[in-house]
């Protein structure tokens, strides 16, 4: 009797060890769907920041993306042309 006592309780907790492994897994799985989600949200959000910082220089976020982006320099693009680099190459 005392044996089947034993057996009892040990599927008992074999059961709840297996309930709280799956209630975890579905935890983890929840939290890395949150986490993909406020990755991507975020990543939209600086893209339509900088779209529009870069459509409206005369914004404070344009001129902040003029004076921090040294790619974004208005002189060294507008001497640019594509007949003076074809003049350049040849």
């Known amino acids: 009797m005392e044996q089947c ?3 009892a309780l ?6 709840r060890l297996s309930l709280k492994s ?10 890395g769907v ?7 949200v975020l990543i ?4 339509a920041w900088f ?3 870069y459509r409206n220089p005369n914004s404070q976020s344009g001129i902040w993306l003029i004076q921090v982006c040294p790619c ?3 002189t ?7 007949l003076s680099f074809l003049k350049e190459i040849s």
């Not at 897994?25 to 929840?30: L, P, Q």
């Not at 939209?44 to 893209?47: D, G, N, T, Y």
């Not at 060294?76 to 594509?82: D, G, P, T």
């Open 5 to 7: 006592q034993y057996a």
């Open 10 to 15: 040990l599927q008992t907790k074999a059961a």
């Open 22 to 31: 799956v209630t975890t897994t579905r935890d983890a799985n929840i939290a």
């Open 34 to 40: 949150i986490l993909v989600t406020f990755l991507i």
């Open 44 to 47: 939209f959000a600086l893209l």
């Open 51 to 53: 779209v529009y910082a």
């Open 72 to 74: 974004y320099d208005v």
């Open 76 to 82: 060294v693009l507008s001497n640019v042309s594509v």
